[in-house]
């Protein structure tokens, strides 16, 4: 198996790993899930690099790849959803709509058929991910004793309940819009791969 597949099984064996560290409640563990988180997500992004680079494209990564990154994307929000820090609801349809597209997307490449993706869902991501590492950030922050102690105040306003609300609403807006505007663009790839899928059933 070639590395790129490699660093995508790693991305996947992480994800449960760092779900464990992150509810662990232990200050120390809930530490080292942001070292775990990193390092899954600097392997989606060097398994990317070498792929183009070295031409390393395979079926087994065009399929797994993808689903690979929406599975570790998930869970982190899953993992805010069990803290209490985001919205089940808004988490739901964030999830629901990513799995959806991804499906999709992945039932194309099996076809050989090509799928847009637009800039507006390359930004969905963009502001997914960072928001992401901002809320990480902001719970390792919450349990690490140095900064609570010299930075609390400026920690609390950061992890702000209503602030937090907020942000997740709009992108919770922004990836469902984004996720009808894709079906949209692509309504006639997507018949065609319903009517070829029908034909196989």
């Keep these: 198996m070639i590395l790129p597949n490699q660093l995508t099984i790693l ?13 662990s409640k232990n200050s120390t563990m809930i530490q080292i899930s942001f070292i775990v988180y990193l390092i899954a997500a600097i392997t989606d992004w060097y398994d990317g690099w070498l792929a183009r680079k070295f031409n390393y494209i395979t079926a087994w990564g065009k399929f797994w790849d993808p689903l690979a990154d929406k599975i570790l994307t998930s869970t982190v929000f899953i993992g805010f959803v069990v803290v209490g820090i985001l919205e089940l609801w808004m988490v739901s349809l964030v999830i629901l709509r990513d799995l959806i597209v991804t499906l999709l997307r992945l039932l194309a490449d099996s076809r050989g058929i090509p799928f847009k993706t637009t800039y507006y ?11 992401l590492y901002y809320l990480l950030v902001g719970y390792v922050l919450q349990h690490t ?5 010299n930075y609390g105040d400026y ?3 950061m992890m702000n309940k209503d602030l937090i609300y907020f942000v997740m609403l709009i992108i919770t807006l922004i990836t469902v819009h984004s996720g009808i505007s894709y ?4 309504s006639q790839l997507i018949k065609k791969i319903l009517n070829e899928t029908n034909k196989l059933v």
Excluded: D, E, G
């Design 155 to 157: 920690i609390r306003m």
């Design 121 to 131: 869902a390359k930004w969905k991501t963009f502001l997914q991910m960072f928001f």
């Design 11 to 23: 991305r996947i064996i992480l994800t449960p790993i760092f779900l464990i560290l992150f509810l």
């Design 145 to 149: 004793n140095y900064f609570v102690i």
């Design 183 to 186: 079906i949209a663009v692509n």
